[in-house]
């Protein structure tokens, strides 16, 4: 056995221990760590399929085995496929399962018909390298936008880095096969040109796929963890500090551009009577109904958030003081009408409704707000009522 064979049996043992230790990371993360289980199991599956598909794949050049070969490309894709869906699961993306399904179906067919004779294994191969090429080309898009909404386009693209990789291999080995190689001789990976080259590749690509896999994943938690500290869990709506952040911003823009923006301050009549009634189940309800009817009665631009117990606040962005009590007089009516639960009487609502320029500061806007609340609770509940007349503190 001469020495480059032997440099390339040895490096391909390497790469097959890679995929199978990083398999058996992602299954600590998945079980243990119960870190994206589901996600972390698909990726410990695809690893296991890649390390298969080596193994299949390499052989002697003296001594080629088409079937296993043919096998191995198949497996391959199917790797890559669910390699797709862990991101997929990841990002929480909806799956198109009959796209995967028909891929992999028109591959098997490839195989059938070579097994039959039909076929060359060349076509079978060229076809299931084609079919690697698109789906990695659609995780490469799907992951990069994903994580591009969440970071800046570096981190993005850093992340990134090991799919536009492998896509380039593939392709450029691909076309080596077409127009350089006689088919049977070769595999994805393997060149009796330079197997070394190709299989040290193997090693860095390996490696950089699953560290930003883990990389992905863990800003993925980032993100997850941002989310809960920013949102109520209950109503998936903006919690008390993070509504108060963003008020603090938008007044900031209201005293240097003039941009306007009015405050709705909501609390939910009779709620007390509610839990005492049904039970805090029912008070649970009450809340999220009332959550989803704000956010359908807004826009999105608008900022919907819970303030505390029953009590929401809206900032409604570019929107007068008559505006506003039109939007809240309709948000009364809205809950007014729907139904929220059986054998229980609709919900109601009393709204203060405020406009930045009453205010000289965040915090007196909020004071302005609670005020109108509480007058239109002493007016009888169930409407909107304006804070005191606009005293412009702009400087």
């Given at each position: 056995m001469d020495t480059l064979l032997s440099t390339s049996i040895e490096l391909n043992k390497v790469n097959i221990l890679l995929t199978l230790l990083f398999s058996i990371g992602w299954i600590v993360i998945a079980k243990p760590l119960q870190l994206y289980h589901n996600s972390s199991i698909r990726f410990a599956l695809a690893n296991l399929l890649f390390a298969l598909a080596l193994l299949l794949d390499f052989r002697h050049p003296d001594n080629p085995t088409l079937f296993l070969w043919v096998i191995a490309d198949i497996i391959l894709l199917i790797s890559f496929i669910i390699y797709n869906l862990a991101l997929?699961?990841?990002?929480?993306?909806?799956?198109?399962?009959?796209?995967?399904?028909?891929?992999?179906?028109?591959?098997?067919?490839?195989?059938?018909?070579?097994?039959?004779?039909?076929?060359?294994?060349?076509?079978?191969?060229?076809?299931?390298?084609?079919?690697?090429?698109?789906?990695?080309?659609?995780?490469?898009?799907?992951?990069?936008?994903?994580?591009?909404?969440?970071?800046?386009?570096?981190?993005?693209?850093?992340?990134?880095?090991?799919?536009?990789?492998?896509?380039?291999?593939?392709?450029?080995?691909?076309?080596?096969?077409?127009?350089?190689?006689?088919?049977?001789?070769?595999?994805?990976?393997?060149?009796?040109?330079?197997?070394?080259?190709?299989?040290?590749?193997?090693?860095?690509?390996?490696?950089?796929?699953?560290?930003?896999?883990?990389?992905?994943?863990?800003?993925?938690?980032?993100?997850?963890?941002?989310?809960?500290?920013?949102?109520?869990?209950?109503?998936?709506?903006?919690?008390?500090?993070?509504?108060?952040?963003?008020?603090?911003?938008?007044?900031?823009?209201f005293q240097r551009y003039q941009r306007p923006f009015s405050i709705l301050m909501l609390d939910i009549d009779y709620f007390k009577l509610i839990n005492d009634t049904f039970g805090h189940s029912a008070g649970d309800k009450a809340i999220v109904h009332t959550a989803r009817q704000l956010k359908q009665q807004v826009r999105q631009s608008d900022l919907v958030a819970r303030f505390g117990g029953e009590e929401f606040i809206v900032l409604l962005a570019d929107q007068s003081l008559t505006e506003a009590k039109l939007i809240a007089d309709k948000i009364c009516q809205s809950l007014s009408e729907t139904k929220w639960a059986d054998a229980a009487a609709p919900l109601t609502i009393s709204i203060g409704c405020v406009e930045a320029s009453q205010a000289r500061d965040p915090d007196q806007l909020l004071k302005l707000a609670d005020d109108a609340l509480y007058q239109a609770k002493a007016n009888g509940r169930d409407q909107a009522v304006m804070a005191g007349s606009k005293v412009s503190y702009l400087t």
């Open positions: 997929r699961h990841l990002f929480r993306l909806t799956i198109d399962p009959k796209w995967f399904s028909s891929m992999i179906i028109l591959v098997s067919v490839a195989y059938v018909l070579f097994l039959a004779g039909w076929i060359r294994p060349e076509t079978v191969a060229v076809l299931s390298l084609v079919m690697v090429i698109v789906v990695m080309l659609a995780t490469l898009k799907m992951k990069f936008n994903a994580l591009h909404a969440a970071f800046s386009a570096s981190i993005a693209s850093i992340l990134c880095l090991a799919d536009a990789l492998i896509i380039t291999m593939v392709i450029s080995k691909l076309t080596f096969w077409l127009f350089a190689v006689p088919m049977p001789q070769n595999s994805l990976f393997f060149s009796p040109y330079n197997p070394s080259l190709m299989l040290w590749m193997q090693v860095v690509l390996i490696i950089l796929i699953n560290t930003t896999a883990v990389g992905t994943t863990i800003s993925r938690l980032i993100v997850r963890m941002k989310y809960l500290a920013e949102h109520d869990q209950l109503t998936g709506l903006l919690n008390r500090r993070a509504f108060q952040s963003q008020l603090e911003y938008q007044f900031s823009l």
